[in-house]
Structures are given as structure tokens and as C-alpha cells.
């Protein structure tokens, strides 16, 4: 089992930044690529930002140029850092990770929630 705990969410004026962390325990090493999921109310869970064990970074057409995903192994935590925030990245973000060779995401954090203030 893997536990993901996020952190760094909060009230954030329209234009600003917010760098979200999550940290990860357990069985860590049965896990590869790892991604952070935002919910808006009302609207499906969407994919925001992946990074793989090597780090190779996959976005969201809606946060390319403005979101960077980035991992520290040694720590086994995983830092979404939010630049030009919208009213519309308001949502609870997730953070999840995979198991080698799943395709589906088998663990998730809690949500910690994001709040853009027009």
C-alpha cells in the first residue's frame, strides 16, 4: 500500500502562484508514474499533470506554460507549483500514483483545495 498525504492548497488572488506537495509512503517502490487530478464542483475529476520515475512530464492543454510538475525520489514527494492562477483552477487536487505496468491510477491522496479569488 501506498499513502499520499497533499499539502500547500489554500486562497490565491486571480495571477498568483500556490506550490502543492505530496508526500508519499508505504511501498513507494512499486510505484512509477505519478500525477496530480483537480475536481471542480459539478465537473468530472481531470487529469492536470503527470511525471514519470525519470522524469518525463505530461500537462493539460488548460495548464501547459503555467503548471510544472517535479519530484524529488530520495524524498518521495511530488510538488505541483501553479503559476498565472485562474478562477477557473479553483478544484480540489489529488495527488495519485501508479503501479509498474498499471494503467490505472491505484492510489490517492485526500484532496487539498484551491480557491481562486477573481
Known amino acids: 500500500q501506498v499513502q499520499l498525504v497533499e499539502s500547500g492548497g489554500g486562497l490565491v488572488q486571480s495571477g498568483g502562484s500556490l506550490r502543492l506537495s505530496c508526500a508519499a509512503s508505504?511501498?513507494?517502490?512499486?510505484?512509477?508514474?505519478m500525477g496530480w487530478f483537480r475536481q471542480a464542483p459539478g465537473k468530472q475529476r481531470e487529469l492536470v499533470a503527470t511525471?514519470?520515475?525519470?522524469?518525463?512530464?505530461n500537462y493539460a492543454v488548460s495548464v501547459k506554460g503555467r503548471f510544472t510538475i517535479s519530484r524529488d525520489n530520495v524524498k518521495n514527494l511530488v510538488y505541483l507549483q501553479m503559476n498565472s492562477l485562474k478562477p477557473e483552477d479553483a478544484a480540489v487536487y489529488y495527488c495519485?500514483?501508479?503501479?509498474?505496468?498499471?494503467?490505472?491510477?491505484?492510489?490517492w491522496g485526500q484532496g487539498t483545495q484551491v480557491t481562486v479569488s477573481s
Open positions: 495519485a500514483a501508479k503501479r509498474i505496468y498499471r494503467i490505472i491510477y491505484d492510489y
Open positions: 511525471i514519470t520515475n525519470d522524469g518525463s512530464t
Open positions: 508505504g511501498e513507494t517502490f512499486n510505484t512509477d508514474t
